[in-house]
């Protein structure tokens, strides 16, 4: 049984920075890729950053790029998201999600995901 579990939402400024982190228990992330995927009220859940299983790759939605950095570390089994230069519009549920397998083509698409989290709240005022 995978279990993902996000933390380290909250109230920023705009301009402000966090860090959200997604750990993991019942399989060894280091083994398969992750994303981050957020949801605003009353808008679909959307992509915002994938890291392959190997941790080579990395991928952002535009709207993040040079803002967001997605890593893991492998010794905790854990996903982060450093999210700098943030902005009202980032406000939104964030969630951390995984597969299957240990390939995703088509990253930025949610059925690509098997396993999610339960999702922390950011919030961030102008």
């Known amino acids: 049984q995978v279990k993902l579990v996000e933390s380290g939402g909250g109230l920023v400024q705009a301009g402000g920075s966090l860090r959200l982190s997604c750990a993991a228990s019942?399989?060894?992330?280091?083994?398969?890729?992750m994303a981050w995927f957020r949801q605003a009220p009353g808008k679909e859940r959307d992509f915002v950053a994938h890291?392959?299983?190997?941790?080579?790759?990395?991928y952002y939605a535009d709207s993040v790029k040079g803002r967001f950095t997605i890593s893991r570390d492998t010794a905790k089994n854990t996903v982060y998201l450093q999210m700098n230069s943030l902005k009202p519009e980032d406000t939104a549920a964030y969630y951390c999600a995984t597969s299957l397998g240990r390939i995703v083509t088509r990253y930025t698409r949610r059925d690509e995901y098997d396993f999610w989290g339960q999702g922390t709240q950011v919030t961030v005022s102008s």
């Open positions: 019942g399989r060894t992330l280091s083994n398969y890729p």
């Open positions: 890291i392959t299983w190997s941790g080579t790759n990395t």
